[in-house]
């Protein structure tokens, strides 16, 4: 195939993509249900990494910790990048595109979240993060990524709902505090749904460790003014171990390998069913927060989890037909 070429080939295409899957080749479903299960703990780093975060921002200032996280992120993945494949270069064709699209997924979005989060309870930050994956369905259409049907449209609007209850009966909901809050919360959504939906294509001609690596470092370009100005505020000499490790947890594997595997996830199953199990990153923070921080959970928010994990299920399900058969196969 044509190394220039941003269109997905049938060999490359997810399931239900733009080309289709005919006949699964030797693997495919082992191959698959690993990438899901390594996306799966990737959810798990990234609910942690909100615990993680929010500890290490008391001390470090958020964009700064941000475009150092990424910095040390990009190091990190341009050293792996030259040993498992010989070289760092992209044809320069690719270069706008990939540093593009990380500027906006890694970049823009480190810098509305948390100015958002200056201005609206976390609960409303999280409801509205949480339509990234919806944003992503319909844009991944769009992009010519990923095919939109009913079903994984219906998979979204239930693991949302589910979202919106976990929230609800948690830190609360009360959407309107800050309507620029709100709208740069949802402008954060939107950028990583753009970057995961365009990024896609590109992997039809690099492969996932590349192309996140060159949109890492294109997000810290972006992060590195405000970061640098946030920097001299610091009082470094005043900043913790534990602050330090946080830091290192989040640049290297909330950050670095955990983009990896999922644009992996992306290349083989599509954005749309890769950033559903996104929806599951709420009700995780809130189990997390439970077993080491004492944080009690409400059973509505159980309940939510169980619908979370529904819409998920529809999501990936091959067919409706198939998801029937999951269900029954679990009834005794």
């Not at 942690?48 to 500890?55: E, H, M, S, T, Y």
């Not at 044809?91 to 480190?110: H, K, S, T």
């Not at 923070?285 to 819409?311: H, M, T």
Request: glycine share 12%; hydrophobic share 55%; net charge positive.
């Amino acid at each position: 195939m044509n190394r220039g070429s941003h269109a997905l080939d049938a060999s490359k295409a997810p399931a239900g993509g733009p080309a289709g899957v005919g006949v699964p080749a030797p693997g495919w479903g082992t191959s698959h249900r690993a990438a899901e299960l390594a996306v799966l703990v990737v959810i798990v780093a990234w609910a942690g990494n909100f615990i993680v975060v929010k500890a290490a921002n008391r001390e470090i200032p958020p964009i700064t910790f941000a475009f150092i996280r990424f910095t040390l992120a990009s190091a990190l993945l341009l050293v792996l990048l030259r040993w498992r494949e010989g070289t760092i270069r992209v044809p320069l064709r690719d270069v706008a595109p990939m540093m593009g699209l990380g500027a906006l997924g890694f970049g823009l979005y480190q810098v509305l979240w948390p100015t958002a989060l200056q201005l609206i309870p976390a609960g409303d930050s999280a409801f509205l993060i949480a339509t990234a994956p919806v944003f992503t369905a319909l844009f991944a259409s769009i992009a010519g990524s990923d095919t939109l049907t009913s079903r994984k449209l219906t998979g979204a609007v239930v693991s949302f709902a589910g979202v919106g209850i976990v929230v609800a009966f948690g830190p609360g909901l009360g959407l309107g505090a800050s309507i620029l809050g709100d709208l740069l919360t949802l402008g954060a959504a939107v950028c990583w749904a753009v970057y995961t939906s365009w990024g896609a294509p590109i992997l039809a001609s690099h492969s996932p460790l590349r192309t996140t690596t060159w949109a890492m470092v294109g997000g810290a370009i972006v992060l590195a003014p405000i970061g640098a100005w946030q920097a001299t505020s610091a009082d470094w000499g005043a900043v913790s171990a534990g602050a330090w490790a946080g830091f290192l947890y989040s640049a290297f594997l909330a950050a670095g390998v955990a983009n990896v595997i999922v644009f992996h996830g992306v290349s083989l199953l599509g954005p749309t069913r890769i950033t559903a199990f996104q929806f599951l990153v709420p009700f995780i923070a809130v189990v997390l927060g439970a077993l080491f921080l004492a944080e009690a959970i409400q059973p509505a928010q159980l309940i939510g989890g169980a619908v979370i994990i529904a819409g998920v299920s529809i999501t990936r399900a091959m067919s409706v037909g198939a998801l029937v058969g999951r269900i029954r196969a679990l009834v005794p």
